[in-house]
């Protein structure tokens, strides 16, 4: 007798209590199935860990040093998700260069991305290079900036990736460390 009650429904016969009451326990079973189906999904997406945090925390301090950038002030969160330009994103960087700040959070969710040491590692490198970048973003989001302005935030850049470059090219491989 499963699914009677959308037989009559489909015939134009009205339904009884009884068929009602099938029809309730029927349809919250399947939002049941839907409901677990979906978490399964979710949780077959790859997830960073405390100890994914702490790493990923180091590699970021540790690249803002390599760089030269120690004067920022920095702060690193691990939130469920990032989001940036509407898009879900592994981690994000937000700067505000004119106070040398930045806030890099690293997501729990990285979807079907591994979280690997190595996914881990390249992706506080990249967050490290917005800051690194943040002149420019400044200059190119002041839109009235002189050839001045963006030579000199051109040569900003250029100076922290050649000292990079000249002073620590064998730091580059190091493993990371508890550097603050």
Sequence with gaps: MAMEWLRKIMEGKPLTEGDALE???EME???ASIVKSQDAQDSEGHR???DDFRFFESEVKRWRNLF???GWELTVLHEEHCESNGRGCAAMCETDYESRMAIVTLARDWGPMETTRDNIAATAL???LHMVLAPL???ALARAATWAEIVG???EVLNVIQNFITDNAAAVSA???NEQ
């Design 153 to 155: 935030a051109e040569h």
């Design 48 to 50: 960073t860990t405390d």
């Design 23 to 25: 029809a309730k326990r």
């Design 175 to 177: 493993p990371a460390s």
């Design 126 to 128: 990249h967050e490290v």
């Design 29 to 31: 079973g399947q939002f």
């Design 137 to 139: 973003k400044l200059i």
């Design 68 to 70: 030269g950038l120690s």
